[in-house]
Structures are given as structure tokens and as C-alpha cells.
């Protein structure tokens, strides 16, 4: 049986329609809960007359103590296996009791269904939200999670998880309940029928009118508490993801909550498309955590399951990668959407820890320290080298001082010189070190961090001084330094896209 509770609070020129869509209903059998919350528009009094000639049961509350308190005592007085909760400015479809009876047989804790939205206007045009059937882990949930009356729910799953609604709760008291109901059920099963009518037509309802930044940081403390309690690491994520739902709302956004603390500049990655690239993935999370910026661009192509906040393909048909990279290095700056200063990114870059959005450019002795380097450990003939010293000819002949620019670090790149540059010198590969050394730029004299080994001896205490820190495939596919980036940022960025 179902117990359907109907919070009601002076929705007078409203409750007829949904208590009359009760009536209608196909199947009868359940329990009907009516609790009048200390209404003053007659809304008592419509309740009385319905539950006195269809034998429903109502219970008048003396001092108005809102609808988290109504929901609450209604399902203390429960007594159906499954409880369904209907808006007093909602109805549902002649076959709505029916049709939840008959998912009993399914035995899951918590089902959502599709409903018809009446949007607010002269005429009410319905519109059909539904999700695919199917169960919902926590790696994915549907739209429309927030909401109850779309929902039933095993009483018995209620009761072993004491999952009531949070009383004193102005807004939001439902999404929370629901996301408590989420992760104690690791998911939530969507039906394909259509059976709630959500009607927009009440303009004293909270979401229409009477909207405050308090009531939208209310809801966001709790679900921070929420986060606070779980230990899962799948839990944790799917409740990170649904802050972050919410701070994409528009209405967060126009009330400015949980909106991330915006830097100066933006980054670009220069990509290829891929169906996954982990090291990407960590690397937004460690840059997300840890490097204030404004966008996030991907130049070439986006890996399966990101999102940046900007994507522009580039089709990378050159037969060398310097081509390439110059390529798309010449659409970023003249690209007028991405900021005159941005910083350049690696895939296979890590931040590591808190950094300024000011820090210096920094540098990796001189060339011909590193062109020593590089013939004494890899010969003289190999490609690197020649490049290294073409590169230090051509800044000799141009009078430029001659320092390495760490590759292996984030570069804030000027569009406008980097462009002057590109355009300058159109067959220079080494684009980075041409820059900062046609510019002058100096900066600060740190050795790359590129961790090539597999297993690096005393790695926890060597890192925790590193600012950067760049891999191979190797080393993070299979490698400690891998291994401990991946526990380091193991919660998911508001790039990773749920598919």
C-alpha cells in the first residue's frame, strides 16, 4: 500500500485540483495524510470536507512549523510499505497509485517517475521530462533528483537509515533528503511512466518569488555537512558532483553562491582526442584545487568524459608535433575570448600545492647548460640537440641572453608578443624557450620536476616541497609517483562530465 502525504499550508486556490486528482485515481487503495500546517485561508477547512466524504485522515497543526515538520509527522504516521509525497499546488495522473503499487513488485528502495510540467502563462501547455529507464548509480543521476513528489519510497529504507527531513530548512529540504536517500541507496532506480503534474502557476512559492542568498547558502551548508560524513570515495564524489550541480544553477550563479574564487588568467591544453587521458584528468583536479584562473581551454581536441569551459578543434595534420603545437598556438593568440596573459599547460602537468596566479616564469639554467647536459647523456646527434642549438644561434644572432624555459612547468604566455614571435620566426620549434627568451623575461631558476622512474626512493618526502610536478606515461601509469597523484587528487573537478 501506499501512504501519499499532502504537506498543505494556505494553498487554497489550489488544493481542489490536486485533492480532486486523488480522487480520480484508478486505483483507491492507500492511505491519504493530510497535514494542515496551521493554515489561514480556508485551506483547513477544504481538507476537513474531503477527508470527512472519502475518509482520509488530517491533522491540523495549532503553530505553523513548515514543511519539512508537515512531511515528517506525516510519515510518523505512516502506515503503507511504500510513502509518496504530492505538493498541495500538484497533482497527479489518474493512474499515478496504481502504477506505484505495481513497481512494489521491483523492490527497490527509491523510485523516481517522468512528470508533465505546467508552465506558468495564460494557457498551461504541459511538457514531458522523463529520464531512460533504468537503475542510477552514483556515478550518474538523472535530472530532477532534488524534488519528492516525483519519488516513492520504501518505508522500511526510510526507517533503517533515520532519513527524515531537516526541520527549519526555508529551501532545499528536498534535495537533501534525497541526496541522504542517494547515498545510503547507491543510486536510485527511474521508471518511464509519466504520473506527477508540477504546476508553476503559485507565484508565493519560494523558487517563483521570496529567494534570498541566505536560503541558497542554507541548503549549500548542509550538503556541505553531508560531504563532511562520507568515507566512501564513490559517495564522496557523487555528493561533490551535486554541490557542484547546483552551483551551475542560474539561480546560484545570480545569488553568487558557491561560485569558485575567479583568477586572472585562463589555461590552455594542447590536446589530441582520445577516448580517456587519466593524466589529464588529475591534472585539472590538481589545478581546479590548487591555481585560481578563469577558463579552462582545450586546443586540438577534448579526451572522452571532460568538459572544459572552452573547446576549439584543430585538425593536427602536420607531419611533425612542433608543427602542430605552433598551429594551434597561433589560434590561441588570436583567439580575443581567451585572456591577453594565459597559462600554458601540459597534460601531463601537476600542481601540487596552493599557488599564487602571479607566480614568476621560471627557467632552467642556460642553454648551453643544457645542451652539455643533453650531448653528454644522449649524444650529439640526436634531434633534441640540434634543436637546442639552432635555437641558441638564432637568439646569438638576435642579441638575446640565452636561458632554458622549464617545459615542464606552466608558462603565462602574452598573445600579442607570443603572436609577434610565431610570426617573426615561422619555422622555430622551440616555441617556450624562443619566447621567454626574445622577451627577456628571466624569471625564477628552478629545475623541471619530470619524474621519468617508475619508483622514486623516499617519494612522500621529497614531494611535499614541490610546487609542479610533471610525468611520463610510465611513471604515472605504473609508477609511486602515479599512484600517490591519484590518492593526492582523488575527487573529481567540475570538468568531469556524467555519462
Known amino acids: 500500500?501506499?501512504?501519499?502525504?499532502?504537506?498543505?499550508?494556505?494553498?487554497?486556490p489550489f488544493l481542489k485540483r490536486c485533492l480532486d486528482s486523488v480522487v480520480n485515481q484508478t486505483n483507491t487503495k492507500m492511505q491519504v495524510i493530510m497535514v494542515d500546517d496551521a493554515s489561514t485561508d480556508g485551506s483547513g477547512e477544504i481538507c476537513d470536507s474531503y477527508a470527512e466524504k472519502y475518509g482520509w485522515e488530517v491533522y491540523?497543526?495549532?503553530?505553523?512549523?513548515?514543511?519539512?515538520?508537515s512531511r515528517n509527522f506525516g510519515m510518523s504516521k505512516a502506515t503503507g510499505d511504500y510513502i509518496a509525497?504530492?505538493?498541495?499546488?500538484?497533482?497527479?495522473?489518474?493512474?499515478?497509485?496504481?502504477?506505484?503499487?505495481?513497481m512494489e513488485r521491483f523492490d527497490y528502495n527509491a523510485i523516481q517517475f517522468g512528470q508533465y510540467r505546467y508552465m506558468h502563462g495564460p494557457n498551461f501547455k504541459p511538457v514531458r521530462r522523463c529520464a531512460p529507464s533504468k537503475f542510477y548509480g552514483l556515478d550518474f543521476t538523472p535530472a530532477y533528483t532534488s524534488m519528492v513528489w516525483n519519488k516513492i519510497y520504501k518505508k522500511s529504507f526510510l526507517d533503517r537509515n533515520k532519513i527524515k527531513f531537516k526541520?527549519?530548512?526555508?529551501?532545499g529540504e528536498d534535495e537533501l533528503f534525497n541526496a541522504e536517500c542517494i547515498l545510503a541507496n547507491r543510486g536510485l532506480f527511474h521508471a518511464p511512466q509519466v504520473l506527477m503534474r508540477h504546476?508553476?502557476?503559485d507565484n508565493n512559492s519560494i523558487c517563483r518569488g521570496g529567494m534570498c542568498k541566505e536560503y541558497l547558502e542554507g541548503l549549500d551548508k548542509e550538503l556541505q555537512k553531508l560531504r563532511a560524513k562520507q568515507k566512501d570515495p564513490e559517495r564522496?564524489?557523487?555528493?561533490?558532483?551535486?554541490?557542484k550541480r547546483n552551483y551551475d544553477k542560474d539561480i546560484f550563479q545570480r545569488f553568487g553562491v558557491g561560485t569558485r574564487e575567479i583568477g586572472k588568467y585562463d589555461i590552455v591544453y594542447f590536446l589530441k582526442d582520445t577516448p580517456d587521458n587519466a593524466e589529464l584528468r588529475y591534472?585539472?583536479?590538481?589545478?581546479?584545487?590548487?591555481?585560481?584562473?578563469?577558463k579552462v581551454w582545450f586546443y586540438g581536441g577534448c579526451p572522452g568524459g571532460l568538459k572544459p569551459d572552452g573547446s576549439v578543434r584543430v585538425l593536427q595534420g602536420s607531419p611533425t608535433k612542433w608543427q602542430n603545437v605552433r598551429n594551434m598556438m597561433m589560434l590561441v593568440c588570436k583567439n580575443d575570448n581567451i585572456t591577453e596573459d594565459f597559462w600554458l599547460f601540459n597534460d601531463d602537468f601537476f600542481v601540487l600545492k596552493p599557488m599564487s596566479e602571479d607566480m614568476p616564469v621560471q627557467y632552467d639554467g642556460t642553454l648551453s647548460e643544457k645542451i652539455a647536459t643533453t650531448e653528454e647523456r644522449r649524444g650529439k646527434s640526436i634531434d633534441w640537440t640540434r634543436r637546442l642549438r639552432k635555437l641558441q644561434e638564432l637568439l646569438t644572432k638576435a642579441g638575446k641572453p640565452e636561458l632554458n624555459y622549464a617545459v615542464h612547468k606552466p608558462m603565462l604566455i602574452n598573445r600579442k608578443k607570443m603572436l609577434e614571435v610565431l610570426e617573426k620566426y615561422p619555422y622555430e620549434p622551440m616555441v617556450r624557450a624562443l619566447y621567454g627568451?626574445?622577451?627577456e623575461l628571466g624569471g625564477v631558476d628552478s629545475p623541471d620536476k619530470k619524474v621519468m622512474k617508475r619508483h622514486i626512493t623516499g617519494l612522500s618526502d621529497k614531494v611535499k616541497d614541490w610546487d609542479f610536478v610533471s610525468t611520463s606515461d610510465a611513471s604515472f601509469s605504473n609508477g609511486n609517483i602515479g599512484e600517490w597523484l591519484r590518492d593526492r587528487f582523488n575527487r573529481p573537478s567540475r570538468f568531469e562530465r556524467k555519462s
Do not use: C
Open 437 to 439: 627568451n626574445y622577451w
Open 60 to 69: 491540523h497543526k495549532k503553530k505553523n512549523a513548515g514543511v519539512s515538520a
Open 283 to 294: 591534472s585539472l583536479r590538481s589545478v581546479a584545487e590548487n591555481l585560481k584562473h578563469r
Open 85 to 102: 509525497f504530492l505538493d498541495a499546488d500538484d497533482a497527479l495522473t489518474n493512474d499515478a497509485i496504481e502504477v506505484m503499487t505495481q
Open 1 to 12: 500500500m501506499i501512504s501519499l502525504i499532502i504537506p498543505v499550508y494556505n494553498k487554497a
Open 236 to 243: 564522496f564524489g557523487w555528493i561533490d558532483w551535486a554541490i
Open 167 to 171: 526541520e527549519g530548512m526555508t529551501f
Open 199 to 201: 504546476y508553476l502557476d
